[in-house]
């Protein structure tokens, strides 16, 4: 079992405590791949009374936007950019929370990337 931090507020933290948080953190971080992509084949059978599922959709997109020219980063949001359907499509926040799903996928995404350039 990996270290935990034993601190209940931060004014108690220690060296330790942060390493355990970021061994931890760093383990997990780890799995993002394979979390994100989990998440995008939902979208899969989800058609929404479209002739194509959101899969199909974002696939497409994705492909899109790479025959256009664009750069990796442009790629993957298009790729993932309604990712955040399966959760907000009956509240009227959608927008924003798709926005805010994938930008959070995103800054882990390049956090991970960064880890992993630095090693
Ligand atoms: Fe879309």
Do not use: W
């Amino acid at each position: 079992m990996n270290k935990q931090a034993t601190f209940t507020r931060f004014d108690e933290c220690t060296k330790e405590d942060i390493d355990a948080v970021i061994e931890s953190y760093n383990a997990f971080a780890k799995g993002l791949p394979a979390r994100v992509l989990d998440h995008l084949r939902l979208l899969d059978g989800d058609f929404g009374g479209f002739n194509v599922d959101r899969l199909q959709h974002c696939l497409q997109t994705a492909t899109r936007a790479h025959h256009d020219g664009k750069d990796e980063e442009y790629v993957v949001c298009a790729l993932l950019h309604d990712i955040g359907d399966i959760y907000g499509r009956s509240v009227k926040c959608k927008p924003s929370l798709s926005v805010a799903v994938v930008f959070c996928l995103f800054n882990f995404c390049c956090n991970l990337h960064i880890n992993n350039s630095t090693v």
